[in-house]
């Protein structure tokens, strides 16, 4: 917390988050659901304090009262973007679940290192209050509401669409858009209100990509390949900015932390590329591909061409550097972004992936001419999976990163991570000349719950995060 008296929660600014205290505890979804174990889904708290007893350790865990929902992502009841409300707190964390559409409110505020869950809101509410399903973003509002986004209706067709909770009660207020305004599809979002604008994303149609992915599935249009861009106040669809092929599955969305920015970058899975999205001098909103990893031919592999598969990517909070992990291939990128249009490579570590030189997939032609990385081992345990889900510290020095994607994808592409568990890791991140260099004193082994190896998901600070965080 910043120290001021009479401050709401967070930092008043990105550059003042950056001096906050570092990281002692994390928090993780971790994910049953197509393991094969029959429990439920869990809020982890991890010890990352390295002046712990308990480092490197999860030192507490929350389950979900039912099963299957697939956890996900998370985001809070208010962020820095309540800084000027000294009645707000940071204290709950809202939990949505992507499959089962549950809701879940969890109190970190009593006890932060062991969470309690404090409300449970049903399907049903999003499925009639506001024709929705399968909750994915959550962000909390300036106005104390907090906004979800949505990928579906409640029959799986794709939808994206906004559900608004009372940041008091968490109940199902309504929709945030226009009724007829959803859009095709839906998944992430952020908002920039000093340019009026939303901007949201698309991933599928949920139950075209439940139990895994289907090439077919693009073709058939049930994945999505645009931007949508809604104007704030009004809650009005402006424009939907298509990126093509090869803007196909635009995942993760950042606008620049600075909130008099006007562009930020968005990445894009299928194509593994990415897009930077700005305001024209006309007062609309465009998109142009600054990053593009070329695919490898492989044999061995369920396609001849293995794409890279951008999945999670996050901004520094001195918006300098944009970090992204590709999914396929196995590696984490840092690219100094100080020229906006022409982010330049500066760090890149191998962690896992398809590729490893001892495995099953022998790579015929790499357009980058890198060689098969060797596995990743830490502490004598070789890492299955590959990284997805990045965190970055406060002060930019250190990366967390998980491996799981989403269980039925991760039971397609990296079945021995349903065997063995997820990972998290750490990264050591030059912030000078840029760089990444894997701590190989850190790490936590998902495949020892006491409960059966288990899926960790996206990671959470208590006090706030560069992913969470927006600011007015």
Same mark, same amino acid.
């Given at each position: ?28 979804p ?41 956890l ?12 000027d409300?000294a ?52 962000h ?28 008091e ?57 645009a ?33 008099s ?43 001849p061409?293995? /794409? ?7 901004? *520094? +909070? !001195?918006? $300098?550097? =944009? @970090?992204?992990?590709?999914? %396929? ?30 495995g ?23 890492? /299955? ?7 970055? *510290? +406060? !002060?930019? $020095?250190? =990366? @967390?990163?998980?491996?799981? %994607?989403?269980?039925?994808w ?63």
């Amino acid at each position: 917390m910043a120290s001021c008296s009479g401050c709401g929660p967070g930092y008043r600014s990105p550059l003042d988050a950056m001096k906050g205290p570092r990281e002692e505890i994390l928090y993780l979804p971790c994910i049953y659901r197509n393991t094969g174990i029959l429990k439920p889904d869990y809020l982890a708290t991890v010890d990352v304090d390295p002046k712990s007893p308990t480092y490197c350790q999860v030192i507490h865990r929350l389950p979900m009262p039912n099963l299957r929902d697939e956890l996900h992502h998370s985001g809070w009841n208010a962020c820095s973007s309540c800084f000027d409300d000294a009645s707000k707190k940071r204290n709950f964390l809202i939990l949505p679940s992507l499959i089962s559409s549950r809701i879940y409110v969890v109190d970190v505020g009593t006890n932060p290192r062991a969470p309690k869950i404090h409300k449970m809101v049903e399907p049903i509410e999003l499925y009639w209050k506001c024709g929705l399903a399968n909750p994915h973003t959550s962000h909390c509002l300036g106005s104390g509401q907090i906004m979800i986004s949505c990928m579906g209706d409640p029959s799986g067709n794709g939808k994206g669409g906004f559900v608004l909770l009372d940041g008091e009660t968490f109940e199902v207020i309504g929709n945030w858009e226009h009724q007829g305004e959803a859009v095709p599809f839906g998944y992430d979002f952020w908002y920039q209100p000093r340019h009026n604008v939303m901007i949201s994303t698309e991933w599928g149609a949920p139950k075209a990509l439940v139990n895994g992915f289907n090439p077919a599935h693009v073709q058939e249009g049930l994945y999505g390949s645009a931007l949508n861009i809604w104007d704030w106040t009004t809650h009005k669809k402006l424009q939907r900015l298509d990126l093509g092929e090869e803007g196909a599955i635009p995942l993760e969305v950042r606008f620049l932390h600075d909130p008099s920015a006007a562009e930020g970058y968005v990445g894009c899975a299928l194509n593994s590329t990415v897009f930077r999205f700005y305001k024209t001098a006309e007062g609309d909103w465009a998109a142009e591909k600054v990053i593009s990893i070329p695919s490898k031919k492989v044999e061995g592999w369920m396609l001849p061409e293995m /794409p890279s598969l951008i999945t999670d990517i996050l901004i *520094s +909070l !001195d918006d $300098r550097y =944009l @970090y992204f992990s590709n999914w %396929l291939h196995g590696d984490i990128r840092q690219y100094d972004i100080t020229d906006r249009r022409n982010p330049r490579l500066v760090g890149q570590v191998f962690l896992g992936g398809s590729i490893v030189r001892d495995g099953p997939i022998r790579v015929l032609e790499d357009p980058e001419n890198q060689q098969q990385p060797r596995p990743c081992i830490i502490k004598g345990k070789r890492i /299955p999976g590959s990284p997805q889900m990045l965190q970055l *510290s +406060l !002060d930019g $020095r250190r =990366l @967390y990163v998980t491996t799981s %994607l989403y269980s039925g994808w991760d039971k397609q592409f990296y079945p021995d991570m349903i065997r063995e568990g997820s990972v998290m890791m750490q990264i050591d991140v030059d912030t000078v000349d840029g760089g990444l260099t894997l701590n190989e004193d850190f790490l936590v082994d998902f495949g020892k719950e006491p409960d059966g190896p288990v899926l960790a998901h996206e990671l959470r600070y208590p006090g706030g995060d560069c992913t969470s965080d927006i600011w007015l």
